[in-house]
């Protein structure tokens, strides 16, 4: 019997001291990039300068690429995409593609965002991507994005990250007169008209504005554009066109007394985007290979930065063409990891999952065969085959790996960009990290498992 069933193992009970050493230092690095890199914009930035120190160059197209060449392509500064040209016959061989993404649910600002009411001056929102609305009250946020200014120039803007710099607000009301809110179901006890920024609270003092008569009305709003335009040179017409963001301004931090866990803003999907990243980087062998951090998945990976964007297979196609390769040939014979993360089992909330069927922290990287919801729809699906293949390497490198369905079958379910790339005839399927509290300000995901799911994908790649 013990020889025949299978069990889950635990990535710190079957670590040694230097293992332990091993997660722990991506841990730490881990940390670094996350505490940067929290919108897609920052996500590109980083992993562009650490791209050209590794010694990656720009690609653009139509440039001509050569064996051994290692290049970025930077869409539009929100999706990049990192590749590696080999020597082989790409056509038999394929190329091995990451496909992780490097947006997370946030709240974003509207175009008309500034108003004032009982003195206090705020910004409307519009959250992005599917998350409960609740959860993004009474936290710290910090706003990121970029303002184009009507002479043209481009200002990027982070205001919240520095220590010194003040955070913004989103209030929910006090239990003590909460009685009629708390009788609104969970789903609408925050309503998205009610996810507020608190911006500003002082009123433009006369004499500040020479030559000028106080404005009775609005002042905290003129304070506040005056500020802006002090510091960034933005009119209130500037918002129309802006994009701008409200994220958490949190740290990633340690859990637990014994720190087996992080908690951090955005481990999705950065928690697979910097493995993914750190593997294509370190990858010294001879084959093609590809690492996608996509921008938009949170929202149906639509757009010009989005998964579906023909830019990945032109991509594929540049570099079909340098080798002298039929293109449908190399796709049909290249193969893909989705990487991005399940949920984590929770024993708190043990009746969402099915539980021999549910990730559990700390066993490992998890292997999603199908995502969707109601009977997999909108799932891919991965080939048994496949799966196979992909587990086979996984076990003959000592990768701690399990099985991962979001919950019970008939509660919900999700989706992920491998459904977009599976359907350009690329074998695809969903490898990632486990997350507790998935789309929340703070989630959390174990130190094991984020090691895990590099090991992974440098076996991957290998
Ligand atoms: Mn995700
Ligand atoms: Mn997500």
Request: negative net charge.
């Amino acid at each position: 019997m013990e020889d025949l069933s299978y069990k889950k193992k635990n990535v710190y009970e079957e670590a040694d001291d230097a293992t332990m050493g091993r997660i722990e230092a991506f841990a730490q690095k881990y940390k670094d990039f996350l505490s940067y890199a929290k919108t897609e914009r920052d996500a590109v930035k980083l992993s562009v300068a650490m791209a050209e120190r590794a010694g990656y160059k720009p690609f653009r197209f139509g440039d001509t690429l050569a064996v051994g060449d290692k290049r970025y392509y930077n869409n539009r500064g929100k999706s990049l995409f990192l590749f590696t040209v080999g020597g082989e016959d790409i056509a038999r061989t394929g190329v091995r593609i990451l496909a992780a993404h490097i947006d997370s649910p946030r709240l974003d600002i509207r175009p008309v965002p500034l108003y004032e009411r009982a003195g206090g001056a705020f910004f409307k929102t519009h959250y992005y991507g599917g998350l409960k609305k609740y959860q993004w009250t009474a936290v710290p946020l910090a706003l990121h994005g970029v303002v184009s200014l009507s002479d043209g120039t481009v200002r990027d803007v982070i205001v919240g990250e520095d220590e010194n710099d003040p955070v913004f607000y989103i209030s929910d009301l006090l239990p003590h007169l909460a009685q009629k809110q708390s009788e609104r179901k969970l789903a609408v006890g925050i309503e998205g008209e009610e996810l507020n920024l608190w911006v500003g609270g002082m009123p433009e003092q006369k004499g500040e504005k020479e030559g000028q008569e106080k404005k009775e009305k609005d002042r905290v709003k003129a304070r506040v554009l005056r500020l802006l335009n002090q510091k960034y040179g933005i009119r209130e017409e500037d918002f129309l066109t802006a994009e701008l963001t409200a994220v958490p301004a949190l740290k990633p931090r340690d859990v637990g007394f014994d720190g087996a866990y992080i908690a951090a803003y955005g481990h999705d999907d950065k928690v697979c985007a910097f493995p993914a990243l750190m593997a294509q980087l370190e990858y010294e062998g001879k084959d093609t290979t590809m690492t996608v951090l996509a921008d938009k998945e949170e929202i149906g990976s639509e757009g010009v930065t989005g998964m579906q964007c023909a830019v990945f297979t032109d991509l594929l196609a540049e570099i079909c063409a340098a080798r002298g390769a039929n293109e449908r040939a190399v796709r049909a014979a290249s193969a893909c990891l989705s990487a991005d993360v399940t949920s984590a089992y929770d024993p708190t909330f043990a009746d969402a999952f099915e539980k021999n069927n549910a990730a559990v922290c700390s066993c490992g990287v998890a292997l999603m065969k199908y995502t969707g919801a109601r009977g997999k729809s909108g799932s891919s699906d991965a080939g048994g085959e496949f799966m196979g293949r992909i587990a086979a390497r996984l076990n003959a490198a000592g990768v701690i790996w399990q099985t991962s369905e979001l919950g019970k079958v008939d509660l919900g379910g999700g989706g992920t960009v491998a459904k977009y790339i599976a359907s350009k005839n690329i074998d695809t399927v969903d490898v990632g990290t486990p997350v507790i509290s998935m789309h929340s300000p703070y989630e959390l995901i174990s130190k094991g498992d984020l090691y895990q799911t590099y090991f992974a994908f440098r076996v991957f790649f290998r």
